[in-house]
């Protein structure tokens, strides 16, 4: 009698377990086909193209970061079912060759961001207003802010560091360091402190904002000094490299650059702006500006002493005819509304000659002080008292539009991938100073008529 019940007892711990079994790889089956479902669904979807996002970069395939789990899933479905759904197969097979076929046609028909904005460029503009708020625009920003450091150089001869990043493509940008906190305010001399690369982002997007279009693209990056940029530099420039209490640290080649003052990053992570180089095919001419400080303690220039200094400029053939003094009004308009005292020279285009378009290059030495006015940038303005037509009409169309020239730059700033850009402080700074503007402009007009005052373009 107890064999048979001993019997019966095993039979029936077998007979569960095996039911349990059963259930259990039902249930497994029933879960590796929705996952795979979910990713031949996922996949469909990127091979329609469907994007997500108003910053979608155009004519660039979208990442799929989960690549590698989605293959160790099909590799452990085709284990587990020696033969998958003749339709499951169709699908991922179909799949697979729309996706193929984007991608050819992506490589193939993608344009390289740098000869986009090269066809652009021409001598009264860098870029289109309608290329300003085009997707083709976020494609070259993102590039200047993500493709891969080629080769680090030493920056172009000037006072201030900087260095040179050929980027994939051979585009040539010009880095400028992080120097400040975002909070931080700069006081003594107008021109006072070191290069701001958070201005010179800011500044791109006034110039656009006001339809002057003669600031080359900025846009903000992070560099991991160690694995991007130490490797990859020539000697000069990375001689300069050294490590200060955990952090890489530059101080570069440049009239003022010294080890005891050089620019730190937060372990290897550096933050900076980079500057689109002009197409190299563009030569430029230097001028000095008639209205340059002489950088020297307790010594004015003439223009600072002699509220006739106009006239004296005027009497310059350069000055007699043409867009040029019309350009350095527009020039004094964009200085005054970010603060930027330093404009001593300019640079135009060599092939335009005398009538070359001014260039608003090097705007880093702006937004240092969102509490003072600089006046005295407005000199070409209050000593001639003149200024374009359409210039004067854009500012007053911004003094009355729905949001104020300062919330402007802030939302078109928002999107660059070291936002945010400048505090507060700054964009109130240049609501309060565009009011200044018009009101000297329209003191003016009422001291000398509408006619005298206002100016044909030349553009």
């Given amino acids: 009698c107890g064999k048979p019940m001993k019997f019966k007892r095993r039979f029936c711990v077998c007979l569960i377990s095996g039911l349990a079994l059963v259930a259990f790889l039902l249930l497994r089956s029933t879960v590796d086909e929705r996952e795979a479902s979910d990713y031949q669904g996922d996949a469909l979807r990127r091979a329609v193209g469907v994007h997500f996002g108003r910053h979608h970069v155009p004519d660039t395939p979208p990442s799929i970061p989960s690549n590698a789990r989605k293959s160790e899933l099909d590799q452990s479905q085709q284990q587990k079912q020696s033969t998958p759904p003749r339709a499951n197969m ?60 080629e080769r680090a150089l030493v920056g172009y001869k000037g006072t201030q560091l900087k260095a040179t990043f050929i980027l994939a493509g051979q585009q040539k940008v010009v880095f400028k360091p992080m120097r400040y906190t975002r909070d931080t305010v700069i006081t003594g001399d107008p021109y006072a402190g070191y290069d701001r690369h958070n201005a010179e982002i800011a500044a791109f997007h006034l110039d656009g904002i006001l339809g002057f279009r003669r600031a080359p693209p900025v846009a903000g990056r992070t560099v991991n000094l160690t694995r991007e940029v130490i490797p990859l530099s020539e000697k000069k420039l990375r001689d300069t490299f050294f490590t200060q209490d955990g952090n890489n640290c530059f101080y570069g080649v440049c009239y003022y ?186 003191d003016c007009i009422d001291k000398r008529g509408e006619e005298a005052v206002l100016t044909n373009d030349y553009l």
């Fill in 90 to 149: 169709q699908l991922v097979e179909q799949t697979a060759t729309i996706e193929a076929q984007k991608n050819m046609v992506t490589v193939a028909t993608q344009p390289s961001p740098w000869k986009l904005f090269s066809s652009w460029v021409t001598s009264h503009q860098l870029y289109t207003a309608k290329s300003l708020q085009s997707d083709a625009m976020v494609h070259i920003l993102h590039a200047m802010s993500t493709l891969k450091i």
């Fill in 257 to 442: 650059c010294k080890k005891s003052d050089p620019a730190c990053a937060k372990g290897p992570i550096m933050e900076g702006s980079v500057t689109l180089w002009l197409p190299e095919h563009l030569k430029l001419k230097t001028w000095h500006h008639p209205w340059r400080r002489t950088y020297v303690q307790g010594r004015k220039a003439r223009w600072e002493i002699d509220q006739k200094y106009c006239a004296l400029v005027q009497q310059q053939p350069l000055f007699q005819k043409g867009r040029r003094l019309l350009d350095i009004f527009d020039t004094a308009v964009f200085d005054y509304l970010i603060g930027n005292a330093d404009r001593h020279r300019y640079e135009t285009f060599a092939k335009d000659g005398d009538n070359g378009m001014l260039l608003l290059l090097d705007n880093a030495k702006s937004f240092g002080n969102p509490n003072h006015d600089e006046w005295s940038i407005l000199a070409p303005i209050y000593q001639c008292c003149k200024i374009r037509r359409s210039t004067r009409a854009k500012l007053l169309d911004l003094s009355k539009g729905s949001k104020s020239l300062g919330a402007l730059i802030r939302e078109a700033t928002s999107v660059d991938l070291v936002a945010p850009i400048l505090t507060d402080a700054h964009f109130d700074a240049v609501d309060r100073r565009l009011a200044k503007v018009l009101k000297l402009v329209n």
